[in-house]
């Protein structure tokens, strides 16, 4: 005959049931780096007129190709973002991506755009969420994240298992 279960005791199921959200909660509230922007916002930018504060608009005076090529080539990198396509024309290259969220089902959209200035291309990026739910600091994460794999990229720290000419 077989032995009777023990019965789990009321106060530990509660426990374990109140475990999960408090852990995500948890890791939400360590995620967030500007408490007053990151559970309102749900947009970032990084622009010469301002935006993110510890992030300053990339200069480069490589071909505006090039630093096209590195913007790709650092979404390949970080993994989750994918190119949808292409803008702009004269002076102006717009790039657009769009960033699938891991855990969850929140895609952002992510514009990159080129600006050529005589011998000098300025590179300003915006990121949104497409809920209007506040982004708890993944849009500003995002563009931080871009700016340092393109920076890498145009350094040549970046190893490529691909050549970057063919990422189009």
Do not use: C, Y
């Not at 080129?114 to 982004?135: F, K, Q």
């Amino acid at each position: 005959m077989k032995p009777a279960a023990t019965p789990t005791a009321p106060w530990k199921r509660r426990v374990r049931v109140l475990a999960v959200p408090v852990l995500l909660l948890a890791l939400a509230a360590l995620s967030i780096d500007d408490w007053s922007r990151d559970l309102v916002a749900h947009e970032a930018a990084v622009s010469a007129e301002g935006g993110l504060a510890d992030t300053a608009p990339l200069v480069s005076r490589r071909p505006a190709w090039q630093v096209a090529e590195a913007a790709k080539w650092a979404a390949v990198r970080i993994g989750g973002w994918e190119w949808v396509g292409e803008a702009g024309g004269g002076d102006r290259i717009e790039l657009l991506f769009v960033r699938h969220g891991r855990l969850l089902p929140f895609d952002d959209d992510v514009s990159v755009t080129i600006r050529d200035a005589g011998g000098v291309r300025t590179v300003t990026a915006v990121s949104r969420s497409r809920s209007s739910l506040p982004d708890l600091g993944r849009n500003p994460r995002n563009l931080r994240r871009l700016f340092l794999e393109m920076r890498n990229v145009l350094r040549g720290a970046a190893p490529d298992p691909i050549p970057p000419g063919r990422l189009s």
